[in-house]
């Protein structure tokens, strides 16, 4: 399937017109629709659309990534503005979590779960369609669902937590999907913050397509915050997939952007707001 992604929302700009802010968000164009992907912290996503002359009311489905608010926050706005509309997530996207960190010897525990209840959602326009399982969004698109978590070097950020019987847990991020694509040149994967890991996100959509050439990878790859030994591991099997393209965003952060580009040289882009990949 042919068509092009475009950064809507994404903590930087350099393209005139567009505003940044913590978060992401990305506008799907393909011969069978268009998709919202993600919305972004709320404060962006109109207002970017329209910079961009992408035009709300083609949005077929939206389809979130997990429930983190930088990825959720704009759904009220959008909402609005479309009344009904198919919402494509996991169920986990309503669960409690939290980012514990240290200030001066201090723990901060910080929630970050979805900021609206589904039901007002709901009273928005919101037609969740939950499920946990991979599936097909349309013909040659699909979406991921929960990613198993193969790869050992690929250990998640500790600083984020959810609530589970009570108990506060490491989170495990079930919600945590991708969107594949499949064209001739290969497969094109649309990442949130790829909490699951990306090269296990790569793995799984290999594997649950047959497809194992990669056209593109594009999105939140959240290598702000992976250790030194994991940093290692994903460059050594990225560069074994031989990916034509790795376009990164927001949780991905300058240090290891700018170590991607310095690997990848020309296959490697920054996905600022306002920055497209045609496929
Ligand atoms: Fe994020
Ligand atoms: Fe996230």
């Known amino acids: 399937m042919r068509g092009k992604i475009t950064i809507i929302c994404e903590n930087s700009v350099t393209i005139r017109g567009g505003i940044g802010e913590h978060g992401f968000a990305a506008f799907l164009e393909t011969e069978r629709g268009n998709y919202l992907f993600d919305t972004g912290r709320g404060d962006g996503l109109i207002r970017n659309l329209l910079t961009f002359e992408k035009d709300p009311l083609s949005i077929q489905k939206i389809i979130l990534s997990h429930g983190h608010p930088d990825h959720t926050g704009g759904l009220p706005a959008i909402l609005e503005m479309l009344g009904e509309i198919e919402v494509y997530a996991h169920p986990g996207i309503f669960d409690n979590r939290f980012k514990i960190t240290k200030i001066e010897g201090e723990e901060k525990k910080q929630f970050v779960g979805i900021k609206y209840r589904r039901i007002y959602l709901e009273s928005l326009g919101a037609k969740f369609s939950l499920a946990k399982n991979f599936r097909e969004l349309a013909t040659d698109m699909y979406l991921t669902g929960e990613v198993p978590r193969r790869n050992p070097f690929e250990k998640g950020d500790f600083r984020l ?18 969107v594949i694509i499949k064209n001739p040149e290969g497969l094109v994967l649309l ?20 497809v194992d050439r990669i056209f593109a990878v594009l999105g939140g790859t959240h290598l702000d915050f992976a250790t030194p030994d994991q940093m290692e591991e994903t460059i050594k099997t990225l560069k074994k997939y031989r990916i034509e393209k790795i376009g990164v965003s927001h949780c991905t952060g300058a240090k290891a952007a700018s170590r991607l580009w310095a690997e990848f040289g020309d296959r490697f882009f920054f996905g600022h707001v306002g920055e497209c990949l045609e496929f």
């Open 191 to 210: 990442l949130g913050c790829a909490h699951s890991g990306i090269i296990n996100i790569v793995e799984y959509a290999i594997q649950k397509t047959g």
């Open 161 to 178: 937590f959810a609530e589970a019987n009570g108990r506060t847990i490491p989170d495990p991020f079930p919600d945590d999907q991708s």
